[in-house]
């Protein structure tokens, strides 16, 4: 009797011990599964941000300064159409080298070839007004290099007054910023850490499509397991076949 029951008394599972876990494990099992999962994109954020704010505060600043030329046209005494194409020319030779000579206010010291760099011209479709803009490491540097393209720009126009039938006139000269134009530090944070944010999406997106190929993979693989299960069948019996006949004497 002793030995039927201790048959019928289910067996015990190994690892069950009737203790709790300790409480400590479910946070940390938590917090690394967080870790694994964001954590690269958290990086990246964290990146971007520092990026950006390291670039505010470390680049050096640059200062912008702008002066005012308009293009008259030189018979009705106004702007007119004729003025409003050849400001848009006059704007796209405004940085050029040879117009620049024509200047007689002294340009900063700079290197060979990056007057572009420190003198950028824009035009406006509708009126003849031409915005030169002088940018420097300092203030006065800034609006030396636009007022030396301004009064560069209003001689090349009178000597080519006769060429042309319009005058180029100043506007206003260019005064010493106050404060620098770049780095914004705003600026420079919002666009590092919106870069940041960029990269963890792309990553996270690409890590979410080998999780799904990975899963794909591996249910196709059970499921092509399961179909080459052999089926099962009845066992034949192996004792001797009865005939049905029983024969005589027996």
Request: aromatic share 4%; hydrophobic share 40%.
């Amino acid at each position: 009797m002793q030995r039927r029951e201790a048959r019928r008394r289910p067996p015990r599972r190994a690892g069950r011990t009737g203790r709790a876990a300790p409480s400590g494990r479910r946070p940390r099992g938590w917090i690394a599964a967080t870790a694994r999962r964001f954590g690269l994109s958290v990086a990246f954020v964290l990146a971007g941000f520092l990026g950006g704010l390291g670039y505010a505060v470390l680049a050096p600043p640059a200062y912008t300064a702008t002066a005012f030329v308009m293009v008259v046209d030189d018979v009705q005494g106004r702007p007119g159409p004729a003025a409003v194409g050849f400001a848009q020319a006059f704007g796209r030779l405004a940085p050029l080298p040879e117009t620049l000579a024509y200047s007689t206010l002294p340009l900063p010291p700079e290197p060979a070839g990056s007057t572009r760099e420190h003198i950028q011209a824009s035009t406006s479709p509708d009126t003849p007004l031409i915005k030169l803009a002088g940018i420097g490491g300092t203030a006065r540097e800034a609006a030396a290099f636009a007022n030396a393209a301004a009064d560069a720009l209003v001689r090349y126009g009178t000597s080519h007054r006769s060429d042309t039938g319009v005058r180029v006139t100043l506007m206003t000269l260019a005064e010493p910023p106050a404060r620098p134009s770049s780095p914004n530090l705003p600026l420079g944070v919002t666009v590092g850490t919106a870069s940041g944010i960029l990269l963890a999406g792309l990553t996270a997106a690409v890590m979410s499509g080998r999780r799904g190929r990975t899963g794909r993979r591996g249910k196709g693989r059970v499921s092509g397991a399961a179909a080459t299960d052999p089926v099962p069948t009845d066992p034949v019996p192996t004792g001797p076949v009865p005939t049905g006949r029983v024969e005589a004497g027996t």
